[in-house]
């Protein structure tokens, strides 16, 4: 209907009030057939109508009735959408209150997350949104090649963004080719990564307002925390760790690893004063049993002891332990 000779003709039979197509097509000099076909097309959207026994006269109908004839059945159509639409609001209201009660939950004070797949998902949400400063400890020695480039891209892309990381690892990780490699990395974008020869569990602490902290010996279940006064606490116990720490950027001299030795020792012969298994030492410091019972050798050696016993009164006579 959109081409001029619809238009043409309307007016015509408006102008005219009753009209044949004849009449029509010799007041505009057109082709009768191509006025018919206009006219067909008028009636067929309900701006003219055909006079009933009228030889083929035609007359005007007001765009606006034709408008509501047109319109009815669309009109209908909308209104059917409506109520639709209304009930997939009605449904989905329900989905956005539980989503808003999920997302509360997600950020109560302490929160357990008790599968890795959930801990890694939080860690990974915290880590994208983090703006100005992550605290790390890593304690148990060495980490996994496959581990630690997992999550390489994750801690490249916040130093990227200037965010500052600092990050402690038991002296035990220095020992491990996979781990030095990932130091240097890590400082070379700027992060800072200093060693301790036993110290906290771990931890993780983003723009100091939520933490992950262990909820079990095994590791696969977490808390988030983010409480201030337990995280001003978890911090204040990260700073003091710190400031005793030894500064790890990847290598480390024969000196260093001298220093290191001496200081995993005294941390032994501390633990087997206090009667501590092998086990549990190895488990403090960050090694195999077989490492421990190495160190152990070697302190037995160096004090001359024939037995536990016999060690634990070198030990307590030597005054080392104050």
């Known amino acids: 209907m959109a081409g001029p000779e619809p238009l043409r003709v ?18 505009l000099g057109a082709p009768v057939v191509e006025v018919k076909r206009a ?10 109508r055909e006079v009933p026994g009228g030889g083929g006269e035609h007359v ?28 997939i609001r009605a449904e989905l209201a329900q989905f956005q209150e539980v989503h808003d009660e999920a997302v509360r939950g997600r950020h109560a004070e302490f929160r357990v ?18 703006r ?31 965010v500052k ?40 602490v983003f723009d100091r307002e939520v933490a992950f902290i262990p909820a079990e010996g095994n590791r696969q279940v977490a808390v988030e925390v983010r409480q201030p006064a337990v995280l001003e606490f978890l911090i204040g116990v990260f700073e003091r760790s710190w400031v005793r720490g030894r500064p790890f950027e990847g290598a480390t001299s024969s000196s260093d690893v001298a220093a290191l030795v001496g200081d995993i020792r005294l ?10 298994t092998d086990g ?26 024939r037995s536990r016993c016999h060690l634990g009164v070198l030990i307590s006579r030597s005054g080392l332990l104050e």
């Open 10 to 27: 309307y007016r015509v039979v408006v102008e005219r009030q009753r009209v044949t197509a004849e009449g029509v097509a010799r007041e």
């Open 39 to 48: 006219l067909q097309e008028l009636v067929r959207n309900e701006l003219v």
């Open 60 to 87: 005007a109908v007001p765009p606006g009735a034709a408008e509501a004839r047109l319109l009815a059945p669309i009109q209908l159509i909308i209104n059917d959408f409506e109520v639709q639409a209304e009930g």
């Open 113 to 130: 997350l008790p599968d890795m797949d959930l801990i890694n998902a939080e860690v990974a949400r915290a880590a994208e949104g983090c």
């Open 132 to 162: 100005l400063e992550v605290m790390t400890a890593q304690s148990g020695g060495r980490r996994p090649a496959a581990t630690l480039e997992g999550v390489w891209d994750q801690t490249v892309g916040m130093l990227k963004r200037g």
């Open 165 to 204: 990381i600092r990050t402690i690892y038991q002296h035990t990780a220095r020992f491990d080719q996979a781990t030095r490699r990932y130091v240097e990395r890590v400082c070379e974008w700027g992060g800072e990564v200093r060693t301790l020869e036993e110290f906290f569990e771990r931890m993780i």
């Open 267 to 276: 941390s032994i012969i501390r633990m087997l004063a206090d009667g501590e």
């Open 280 to 305: 549990a030492i190895a488990r403090r410091m960050g090694m195999g049993v077989r490492t421990c019972r190495g160190h152990i050798a070697k302190i037995y050696e160096s004090f001359g002891a």
